[in-house]
């Protein structure tokens, strides 16, 4: 069972349309990241926040935004979606004092901007 | 800046036959080296962390070991079920902490 959810798991939308990815946790972990995966390579961290109201960007350039005024959800959002965004697009959380403990990922979603 | 590499890209076992998989990385001041399982279509899932070189972790057929500039996880007569992407990853002991992932290992063990 998912202590880490993700919806929808799969999004097919159309050019220049705004778009929230859902992400909510059961855990109470303070870290959660958003990561973007492509086949074949690597995470790339997008978003992650600290806390309520902490939000910060990573490393790879993104045209999205998140925010956090509850613990345990995340949304991740495109204002206007384009085809470069396809990709998967994977939620995650950790506890601040288990850092080393790993991260609890979602089953992802898999999104299409056609 | 860290960096992680895994090899073989891919890996192709008979049921049974036991192997090894590599994780070469560089880090500033390691903090913890993260090995995950990824089945496809879903996220990947947490297996093991490791500290310092020489620590070893097992679970079932899957054992992890750490040298100062790699990692090794060695799979024991390996069955269908453990086929999934193995991914590694590192923390810095600096910084926000990012985490760098590697590519992935793409493990298929034929009955």
């Known amino acids: 069972e998912a202590d880490i959810y993700q919806t929808p798991r799969y999004l097919v939308i159309g050019t220049g349309k705004k778009i929230t990815l859902e992400c909510s946790q059961t855990?109470?972990?303070?870290?959660m990241y958003w990561y973007q995966q492509d086949p074949g390579m690597e995470l790339h961290l997008i978003h992650y926040?600290?806390?309520?109201?902490?939000?910060e960007k990573g490393d790879l350039s993104s045209e999205s935004t998140v925010s956090r005024i509850r613990t345990e959800h995340f949304p991740l959002t495109l204002e206007s979606a384009r085809p470069s965004h396809t990709s998967q697009y994977l939620c995650?959380?950790?506890?601040?004092?288990?850092?080393?403990?790993?991260?609890?990922f979602g089953s992802g979603t898999r999104l299409t901007v056609v | 800046e860290d960096q992680v590499t895994q090899s073989p890209e891919a890996l192709r076992l008979q049921e049974g036959e036991s192997s090894s998989l590599n994780c070469s990385y560089t880090?500033?001041?390691?903090?913890?080296l993260f090995w995950y399982r990824q089945d496809p279509g879903k996220g990947p899932e947490f297996l093991f962390t490791?500290?310092?070189a020489g620590e070893e972790k097992e679970k079932e057929r899957l054992k992890a070991t750490l040298t100062k500039k790699e990692s090794f996880l060695h799979i024991t007569a390996p069955k269908p079920e453990d086929s999934a992407t193995y991914l590694c990853?590192?923390?810095?002991?600096?910084?926000?902490?990012?985490?760098?992932f590697g590519t992935g290992t793409k493990l298929q063990v034929i009955p």
């Open positions: 995650a959380s950790s506890d601040l004092g288990r850092a080393n403990y790993g991260y609890t």
């Open positions: 855990m109470g972990h303070d870290k």
């Open positions: 926040s600290y806390g309520v109201n902490s939000t």
């Open positions: 880090v500033s001041g390691l903090r913890g």
């Open positions: 490791l500290y310092s």
């Open positions: 990853a590192v923390q810095p002991g600096r910084g926000y902490q990012k985490v760098t």
